[in-house]
T-cell receptor, first 112, second 112 residues
Framework: RKEVEQDPGPFNVPEGATVAFNCTYSNSASQSFFWYRQDCRKEPKLLMSVYSSGNEDGRFTAQLNRASQYISLLIRDSKLSDSATYLCVVSHFSGGYNKLIFGAGTRLAVHP | DGGITQSPKYLFRKEGQNVTLSCEQNLNHDAMYWYRQDPGQGLRLIYYSQIVNDFQKGDIAEGYSVSREKKESFPLTVTSAQKNPTAFYLC???????????FGDGTRLSIL
């Protein structure tokens, strides 16, 4: 079983739609959680950290459920420019530091 | 501009040849990392360095080597012992080992 699991998608949605991605992680000792965005053939870019209380950044809302070991990302009012792959990333203490574990990503395609 | 610079963007290697991928950062970050990304998989950690003159193996270090002689530079050598080197290689850095990582724009390595 992968340490971080994501639905690969693609999620095909029209502009203006609300879309949600979930991600599950297996290590209950995971400490930090992030969403990264990766455009086709480009590097991942940090989208937002995920806090226990949930957090929002504009149209993006991230939630963490430690009991069920999943993280979610909600995108409201989707834009064409939101089309990308969204990587769920968790960290846990290993080898003396907080090691990042990357999910394989969920692909989002927003169409007119 | 501050950032992480990887070069070259595309690299072709012949069988049995060693190649070195460059990663330079001017962010004054202590920690640097190398990952490889394969289709349908999450990023996998090759090597990381918490501080200059120190580095540690990641999950898939076999067939790779690194050095960290300067804070700004963390070159990765893909040796002939790496039997499946074709991948997208990403370098990252962070202020320290437990801070969010920021990525360079990657090097695509292919075998001729």
């Amino acid at each position: 079983r992968k340490e971080v699991e994501q639905d690969p998608g693609p999620f095909n949605v029209p502009e203006g739609a609300t879309v949600a991605f979930n991600c599950t992680y297996s290590n209950s000792a995971s400490q930090s959680f992030f969403w990264y965005r990766q455009d086709c053939r480009k590097e991942p870019k940090l989208l937002m950290s995920v806090y226990s209380s949930g957090n929002e950044d504009g149209r993006f809302t991230a939630q963490l459920n430690r009991a069920s070991q999943y993280i979610s990302l909600l995108i409201r009012d989707s834009k064409l420019s939101d089309s990308a792959t969204y990587l769920c990333v968790v960290s846990h203490f290993s080898g003396g530091y907080n090691k990042l574990i990357f999910g394989a990503g969920t692909r989002l395609a927003v169409h007119p | 501009d501050g950032g992480i610079t990887q070069s070259p963007k595309y690299l072709f290697r012949k069988e049995g040849q060693n190649v070195t991928l460059s990663c330079e950062q001017n962010l004054n970050h202590d920690a640097m990392y190398w990952y490889r990304q394969d289709p349908g998989q999450g990023l996998r950690l090759i090597y990381y360095s918490q501080i200059v003159n120190d580095f540690q193996k990641g999950d898939i270090a076999e067939g790779y080597s690194v050095s960290r002689e300067k804070k700004e530079s963390f070159p990765l050598t893909v040796t002939s012992a790496q039997k499946n080197p074709t991948a997208f290689y990403l370098c990252a850095s962070s202020r320290d080992i437990n801070q969010p990582q920021h990525f360079g724009d990657g090097t695509r390595l292919s075998i001729l």
